[in-house]
């Protein structure tokens, strides 16, 4: 089961720095190119998610970390698979019109 902590007001500013370090780095690898600041941290936020969900399914646990490497790279993987995946499904409703 998942469970959530609560938000302090001072990690959200985190948040929006692991996003932005993690989305920017994800959309240069797969895309070849930066998506821009607010899609950058949204697809490093959306990433963040879909790494913790994937890491709590390998590991079994909750995934709590101290340091912010860890997170970036967390969130990256998440990322870099949000990325494919919108590629994936993009290319394949553009080759249906």
Do not use: K, Q, Y
């Not at 932005?20 to 070849?32: D, Y």
């Not at 969130?75 to 249906?96: D, K, M, Q, Y």
């Amino acid at each position: 089961m998942l469970a959530f902590a609560p938000i302090a007001g001072h990690h959200i500013l985190a948040w929006l720095l692991i996003g932005l370090i993690a989305g920017a780095i994800a959309s240069r690898v797969v895309g070849g190119g930066g998506l821009g600041l607010i899609r950058d941290i949204i697809t490093g936020l959306l990433g963040a998610v879909i790494g913790g969900l994937i890491l709590h399914a390998v590991r079994g646990g909750p995934h709590a970390s101290t340091s912010i490497v860890a997170e970036i790279v967390v969130s990256f993987i998440g990322a870099v698979v949000l990325l494919i995946v919108e590629r994936a499904v993009t290319h394949r409703s553009a080759h249906r019109i």
